[in-house]
């Protein structure tokens, strides 16, 4: 079992900034991905960006391209995401996730979840 437990949502104007955090209980195989996703109310659940073990990250949101970063300290086992120039739109409960293996953008690839941390950008 891994446990992820997310930090750092809140509430922020538009272009502001804020830092999530995802702290992993244990890996269970080096090679891991730890991934960003988000649901807004209404809509489905959205990869945002991922990141490898290895080092190798991805972006799933062309909105989030130039705006959000997505980083990892493996010996922390914890997952980053630095979100600058906030936007109403990226509103959303926000999630981390993990899985064994490469990366994937489709929350049904993932096995384990947080809990989410909510974000909510005012205009």
């Known amino acids: 079992q891994v446990q992820l437990v997310e930090s750092g949502g809140g509430s922020v104007q538009a272009g502001g900034s804020l830092r999530l955090s995802c702290a992993a209980s244990?890996?269970?195989?080096?090679?891991?991905?730890m991934a960003w996703f988000r649901q807004a109310p209404g809509k489905e659940r959205e990869g945002v960006a991922s990141?490898?073990?290895?080092?190798?990250?991805?972006y799933y949101i062309d909105s989030v391209k130039g705006r959000f970063t997505v980083s990892r300290d493996n010996a922390k086992k914890t997952l980053y995401l630095q979100m600058n120039n906030l936007k109403p739109e990226d509103t959303a409960m926000y999630y981390c996730?993990?899985?064994?293996?490469?990366?994937?953008?489709?929350?049904?690839?993932?096995?384990?979840w947080g809990q989410g941390t909510q974000v909510t950008v005012s205009s």
């Open positions: 996730a993990y899985r064994v293996g490469i990366c994937y953008s489709e929350a049904s690839s993932y096995n384990y």
């Open positions: 244990r890996f269970t195989y080096v090679s891991n991905c």
């Open positions: 990141s490898h073990y290895g080092g190798s990250s991805a």
